[in-house]
């Protein structure tokens, strides 16, 4: 079964950091692109960032998380990352794990379950 899981969300105080993780599993043959999106409660999901397989990144909002999270990703494990520094609160939302994975022929969109990440003092 082909899936995305994601960890490492949690409660941090402002300022703080996290760094989310999202690990593909199964019968995979090659993970295109990877990013992160993120909804805040009564909003739409938007996209955080996204990352290619050579590693080229892409910030939807820069002006929001410029400087401040960093999306990377490990080939040979399958992962992508989001590490998230000088969190504020408007950072609170559901991260959601995207990606283009390639299994057998065919390639397909897959979204993670979500990890929930809340900035409060």
């Known amino acids: 079964q082909v899936q995305l899981v994601e960890s490492g969300g949690g409660l941090v105080q402002p300022g703080g950091s996290l760094r989310l993780s999202c690990a593909a599993s199964?019968?995979?043959?090659?993970?295109?692109?990877m990013g992160w999106y993120r909804q805040a409660p009564g909003n739409q999901r938007y996209l955080v960032a996204t990352?290619?397989?050579?590693?080229?990144?892409?910030?939807a909002d820069a002006d929001a998380v410029k400087g401040r999270f960093t999306i990377s990703r490990d080939n040979a494990k399958n992962t992508v990352y989001l590490q998230m520094n000088s969190l504020k609160y408007e950072d609170t939302a559901v991260y959601y794990c995207n990606a283009d994975l390639v299994i057998g022929p065919t390639m397909a969109n897959y979204w993670g379950q979500g990890t929930q990440v809340t900035v409060s003092s």
């Open positions: 990352i290619s397989r050579l590693g080229n990144t892409n910030y």
């Open positions: 199964g019968a995979i043959s090659s993970i295109e692109n």
